[in-house]
């Protein structure tokens, strides 16, 4: 299972004075759900199309199962590539659409249509085979495009924003489906996203990258809960961050004093991240910081207060179990477990 | 008897239908005024008997319809379909790759190659029909250096041949062409053309299954856009042609202004008229096809 099927090495590629790439290395492993999650701009897209072969990078190589791809021809790589717009074929119905990749390996007749229809089956469109691109809804659409993506059972399934021409219903709906289909047709798939929460729920690894930067490559969990700088702790969820001086027990803030937080090395620039389910509202003799309220939003489950803290400039985030017993403008105190906190360079 | 909220509803559909008359009437008007009662009235002429000096008389006949069937009229009917179809084939051949060259260009180079495209329509139609004659002469440029390179030892006689009507009709129509592919090939989603590549098709392969077929509509139009003037044309066969060549189009100013036989020169101009229903019917067929049901090119 955890075989390297795709390795891409020192990746790089400018587009006149702008940096697209800039040396992305990525392991991809066989059987993998992997995400490439970015903001919009930083770079996800051009790695995609690299792999499909749109794009030829400046510098780099990237192999799949031992093999150069950068040699071949974008219609040779055995890597299907689910656009973003579908870019169905508007002119032929959805089993044309589905069988085209077939067609082009000369295959047989009958083979094709065995394998459309098994496909078509697949995604639950059987019923609508006849019918062209037009007459869909935006949902069976993004199912056809996948259909005629597996229906060549590549190496490897490139996702472009799979699911962001959906409305949220449909979404919801479609991440799962995604997943059911990735462990039952046996894919690597590659989505790029940009949102945290489609990657954090179906990847099982994810890389995060910002202005052609891998910023970090982990699980959802480890991005959560580990993250390796102050980019991907600010991008992955929500946090607190503390700038300051690094001691032993924490992280000297000015104008707040010592926050506890995580042993390490002291006496550098430093910030602390505190994740707001990880603070607690405490008496006053136990408090390490003490806020007045600001807002409170009630979300079912659960309530996020919104605090300000005299000499932080940011709001200060709190979540809570159930409805929040605090009103605007009550001051109230703080305090967490240093052992969750994660504290990060500069 | 109906709800308020239905009068409402009353109210703004009549003042929708107002905004649509007011946004239409000027075209409305003109085409009403400028093409359908002169249309009526070919058409009311071609059921009607010939006036000694032109105009009609007021007695039904359907003999005008016989006379098209006589030979001497169906082979200049048929020579015009011949010439204005060469003419199409031959636009279609060099306005596709033209059309989709420029499509293909760096966007801030491709309105002016649209320009100059159209920049011979600034200038007057007869004057670059004689500019023909002079290069086409036996004494012209064209003849003259073929000759000085040592290509020909006399001069061709170029002028005053089919060959030169459809070379005049070429020239003339051939932005007609240019423009609709154009305008097809550039709307053209690239993802497409990417998807077909990803799914194993070849660079020639993606051209003839996806761009061709989604760009059909528009080339369509082009070759009606060509095939019809070219076939109604009458300047170009008689300054080109020099008169050797008929066209439908000569025969129906002659059957008004020489001959004086409105109902007949009203039913060869009815046959063109059906000609292009027919047509744009077939390309309206088609795109829809193309497009799948219920949008258009």
């Known amino acids: 299972m955890n075989n390297t099927l795709l390795s891409i090495a020192g990746v790089s590629k400018t587009f006149g004075d702008v940096t697209a790439l800039d040396d992305v290395s990525i392991d991809i492993r066989e059987n993998e759900f992997f995400a490439l999650l970015g903001p919009s701009g930083c770079g996800k897209t051009t790695l995609l199309r690299v792999l499909a072969g749109f794009e030829v990078p400046d510098m780099g190589s990237v192999n799949l199962a031992g093999q150069n791809l950068l040699s071949l021809p974008p219609n040779k790589r055995p890597i299907n590539l689910m656009f973003q717009s579908y870019a169905l074929f508007p002119h032929m119905s959805v089993e044309k659409n589905v069988a085209y990749g077939l067609q082009r390996e000369s295959l047989g007749k009958d083979e094709i249509r065995t394998r459309v229809a098994e496909v078509l089956a697949t995604v639950g469109l059987t019923d609508k085979a006849s019918r062209r691109p037009a007459q869909l809804s935006g949902g069976q659409r993004q199912r056809v495009a996948l259909a005629r993506a597996i229906v060549k059972r590549p190496r490897l399934l490139l996702l472009d924003e799979p699911l962001s021409a959906l409305d949220r219903k449909v979404r919801a709906e479609m991440q799962l489906e995604l997943k059911r289909l990735q462990h039952e047709v046996g894919i690597t798939f590659v989505v790029v996203t940009h949102d945290q929460d489609e990657a954090m729920s179906m990847a099982d690894r994810i890389a995060v990258m910002s202005e052609g930067v891998v910023k970090q490559v982990a699980s959802p969990v480890d991005l959560y809960s580990r993250p390796e700088n102050l980019f991907v702790a600010d991008f992955i969820g929500s946090s607190n961050a503390f700038h300051g001086v690094a001691s032993a027990d924490g992280v000297h803030v000015d104008g707040l004093g010592l926050l506890p937080g995580t042993v390490g090395a002291s006496s550098a620039e430093a910030t602390l991240i505190i994740r707001p389910e990880d603070i607690r509202l405490v008496e006053q003799s136990q408090a390490a910081l003490t806020g007045s309220v600001v807002d409170t939003q009630f979300t079912g489950g659960s309530s996020t207060i919104a605090l300000s803290i005299a000499g932080h400039a940011a709001p200060v985030l709190v979540t809570c179990q159930g409805s929040s017993n605090v009103t605007r403008g009550e001051s109230v105190h703080l305090a967490w477990d240093a052992s969750r906190t994660i504290k990060l360079p500069k | ?297």
Do not use: C
């Open chain 2, 1 to 297: 008897m109906t709800s308020p909220a239905a009068q409402g509803r009353g109210a703004e559909r009549r003042r929708a239908l107002g905004a649509r008359f007011v946004f239409l009437g000027p075209g409305l008007f003109y085409v009403t005024v400028f093409m359908a009662i002169p249309l009526l009235l070919v058409l009311s002429y071609a059921f009607l008997k010939r006036g000694r000096f032109g105009g009609v008389k007021m007695e039904f006949t359907l003999d005008n319809f016989h006379r098209v069937i006589e030979s001497v009229y169906v082979s200049v009917i048929g020579n015009s379909i011949l010439i204005a179809a060469i003419t199409t084939v031959l636009a279609l051949l060099i306005g596709y790759p033209t059309a989709y060259a420029i499509a293909r260009l760096p966007r801030k180079w491709r309105n002016l190659a649209l320009v100059l495209v159209v920049l011979p329509f600034w200038t007057n139609f007869l004057i670059r029909t004689y500019a023909w004659i002079l290069l086409l002469n036996s004494e012209g440029p064209l003849n003259k250096g073929l000759m000085a390179v040592g290509i020909l030892h006399e001069p061709l006689d170029l002028l005053y041949t089919r060959g030169a009507v459809v070379a005049g009709l070429l020239y003339a129509y051939l932005p007609l062409m240019i423009l609709p592919i154009y305008a097809s090939v550039e709307r053209l989603d690239n993802s497409l053309i990417e998807a077909a590549t990803n799914l194993g098709a070849s660079r020639a392969r993606a051209f003839f299954t996806v761009t061709l077929p989604l760009t059909l509509p528009g080339t369509m139009i082009g070759a009606i856009f060509v095939f019809v003037p070219s076939l109604g044309n009458f300047i170009v066969p008689e300054l080109l042609g020099g008169g050797k060549t008929v066209m439908i189009g000569n025969l129906i100013r002659d059957q008004f202004l020489k001959a004086r036989d409105w109902p007949f020169g009203a039913v060869l101009a009815l046959i063109m008229v059906a000609l292009l229903i027919l047509l744009f019917a077939g390309q309206a067929a088609i795109s829809r096809r193309i497009n799948g049901r219920g949008r258009h090119a």
